[in-house]
């Protein structure tokens, strides 16, 4: 196996008390490949990532990271491979934002634990490619949504993972900031890791993956190219009616749409002056 894949094996798992369950899940992530991760809320995406993460533990079946079976690798020996962004980026301690990112160094640092020059160049490249910077000296809990989420993206990409793992990254982020982090997401993968990209915006799913993993009621349903996935039988089948699909005008991805509109602006006519 190459030392930059991520193997999940038939992992299952289940929450105790309400009875949900992952059913024997098993995919591989490679080095210089998106794989987008899309299913209906509820659908086990999450629970898939935090099992390849190393987060939880799965009931049974196993995750090989670089060669080893991750219940033997300590938490720092997992970091220095995998990147994890949770979905949930709320309810931080009370940290700088350029104490968070360079947290994010934590599984490099040797010694006495200080950031050496390499590791300051580091914290910098990703405070300036999450476009950060500016908040540099705020504590992350004053930051909106968004701008936390670009902060804690950066915190995982100064880990330099070899992996990816990355859960709604840009479920908070305007539309200038979901196509920045898609395209450096992009940009990393050219330079051989692997990114795994849990997201309901299908659209972007379908412009930046190369493969899609479609998952439903705790099971991966269909895996494929954007344009095997994003088609009426499937999406109809996982989200039920009411979506439409059009071709993106440049690159003849899958676009997805609302159906309809509703009755109030059916008849408006559009370009007319405010
Ligand atoms: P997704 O990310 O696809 O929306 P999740 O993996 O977060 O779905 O959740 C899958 C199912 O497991 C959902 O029904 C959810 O309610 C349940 N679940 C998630 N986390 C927990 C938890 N900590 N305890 C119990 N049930 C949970
Ligand atoms: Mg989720």
């Known amino acids: 196996m190459n030392h930059k894949q991520i193997s999940i094996q038939k992992v299952t798992y289940s929450y105790a008390g309400n009875g949900w369950q992952l059913y024997p899940a ?13 299913g209906p809320n509820g659908s086990g995406k999450s629970t898939l990532l935090r099992i390849a993460a190393g ?13 080893k079976d991750m219940a033997d690798m300590s ?23 350029e104490e968070a990112v360079a947290m994010g160094r934590f599984p490099h640092l040797k010694g006495a634990g200080f950031l050496c020059p390499h590791d300051i160049s580091v914290v910098e490249r990703c405070l300036i490619e999450t476009d ?5 000296g705020r504590s992350i809990n004053q930051l909106s949504g968004g701008e936390r989420q670009r902060v804690m993206l950066a915190s995982v990409l100064a880990q330099e993972p ?26 990393l993968v050219q330079t051989g890791i692997g990114a795994a990209v849990v997201t309901h915006d299908l659209n972007m799913a379908s412009l930046f993956s ?23 039988d499937i999406l109809h089948e996982s989200y039920g009616e009411g979506i439409e699909i ?22 408006r006519v559009y370009l007319s002056p405010c």
């Open 132 to 136: 950060t910077e500016a908040y540099r």
């Open 162 to 187: 070899d992996l990816l793992l990355l859960d709604e990254p840009t479920s908070a982020l305007d539309i200038h900031h979901q196509v920045k982090i898609f395209t450096l997401i992009s940009e």
């Open 26 to 38: 098993s995919f591989s992530l490679k080095p210089g490949e998106i794989a987008g991760i899309i």
């Open 75 to 97: 938490r720092r020996e997992i970091a220095a491979s995998v990147g994890f962004l949770p979905q949930d980026t709320g309810g931080y301690l009370d940290y700088l934002v």
């Open 210 to 232: 190369d493969r899609l993993l479609l998952m439903k009621q705790g099971k991966i349903i269909c895996r494929g190219r954007p344009e095997e996935i994003l088609n009426k």
């Open 55 to 67: 987060i939880i533990r799965p009931s049974t079946g196993k995750v090989i990271v670089a060669g």
């Open 246 to 267: 059009m071709q993106h005008p440049k690159n003849g991805r899958p676009m997805i749409f609302p159906a309809s509109v509703s009755n109030r602006n059916r008849d």
